[in-house]
């Protein structure tokens, strides 16, 4: 896909970097990103987490979700980066950055791809504490994130 | 012959990431969960939950998909990335 | 305020240092940051503008509406920078940046902040072109998405 | 005294950024609005604009305000900031 940049891997990255990439096209004045980083559990007990994912299918899955970002906002650049791997506590997990004309179409672009990518991209977390290994359980507040954009489209399309 | 994946807490519950199952094609996700199930008790309490997830040669499905042979099939719980 | 950086200058700032300063607090895992830049009209005159500010009420109206933000959601750092001045085409002119612990927040939030700096904060463009130098009028739009805030408001205060 | 301040193409229109106004407290900001339009036709047109906003001591105000002795009066068009 053009202008669009998917990387899975356990490197870290720059959000300075990532995001001069995508504020250097001069049609586009309107930059957002989404950072996520691993923070520690309420219980204090959190030391590190290990991201699984299904590497046949994680960039294909980004990849749909971000075109289907494209289908309803005018976007510039896009970047998806997910780490995989041990990530210890306050390393960088998650970049979302997005271009646009519009402020309003990079907003809600930006949190549309992490929306989707919470709740269609197969990653997985295990998080180790002192008390030991667990595996994270899906949200049903990440669920109900990506189906409000359905009822969104939903509105429009009557609208049409 | 159909290769079957497993991921997360699911690969870790059934002690393995992947196997082949013959003569599967034309029938539906839910018959492999089914055929599965009948492994063992354990089989059988792991994929009965409502909330595994399946993927078709990399593409989210719902458990009615009718698999093809040489389709890669994969199980998952609910993912949690991001 | 407390974790509020505001600041109206006329020096360039560093996306990537803002981003890590508002990473850098362990409680709050998600940063979402907003970017805006100088671009060509569309009819590719244009060759810089001229940001012109009310100095003595320009910190306080962007502190009364970050302050209005912390009201409706739980955040971390914000960071606010508005550029004034003489900038040219391509550079930055202004900087939203909010951590939260969770995403929707810190994405609303910056929106939230974005809407209302462009519709209540005393800043004018003048726009220098090939053709001459031309005030911007303000948007319909703008105004608008500033206030489909209010009716988010009203409706979660007739549910309370 | 009421110190009145305007910006943008109002400031450039009008040719001044600041006027000084005697004896106007207790007024309303609509009020002080009608006295300086009758400074000139120019003024008249400029201010008799619907657009025109108002802060008082760097507040938005309505144009209902009632403005107090001492205050910093501001009149400007609608901001093209961000």
Chains 1, 3 share one sequence.
């Not at chain 1, 494209?70 to 650049?77: A, D, I, M, S, V």
Request: proline content about 2%.
């Amino acid at each position: 896909m053009q202008n669009v940049k998917i990387h899975v891997y356990e490197a870290n990255f720059d959000v300075g970097e990532e995001y001069r990439y995508l504020a250097d096209d001069a049609k586009f004045g309107a930059v957002v990103t989404f950072t996520g980083l691993v923070r520690e559990l309420q219980s204090g007990k959190l030391t590190a987490m290990t991201l699984e994912h299904y590497p046949a299918m994680t960039e294909k899955a980004l990849a749909a979700i971000v075109s289907e970002a494209q289908e309803r906002w005018p976007l510039g650049r896009v970047t998806v980066i997910h780490r995989v791997g041990r990530l210890t506590l306050n390393e960088q997990i998650v970049f979302v950055g997005v271009a646009s004309a519009h402020r309003n179409a990079a907003f809600a672009a930006a949190e549309f791809i992490m929306d989707f990518l919470k709740t269609r991209a197969p990653f997985w977390k295990k998080e180790h504490t002192n008390d030991g290994d667990y595996w994270v359980t899906a949200k049903t507040s990440d669920e109900q994130a990506a189906q409000r954009w359905q009822a969104n489209k939903d509105a429009l399309d009557n609208e049409g | 012959m159909i290769k079957v994946l497993f991921f997360a807490v699911l690969r870790e519950r059934l002690g393995t990431s992947e196997v082949a199952v013959e003569d599967f094609h034309g029938s539906t996700v839910a018959d492999l969960i089914q055929h599965l199930e009948q492994r063992s008790l354990k089989w059988h309490q792991e994929l009965a939950s409502q909330d595994v997830l399946a993927a078709v040669n990399q593409q989210l499905v719902s458990h009615t998909y009718v698999i093809e042979a040489g389709d890669e099939v994969a199980f998952f719980p609910p993912v949690t990335g991001g």
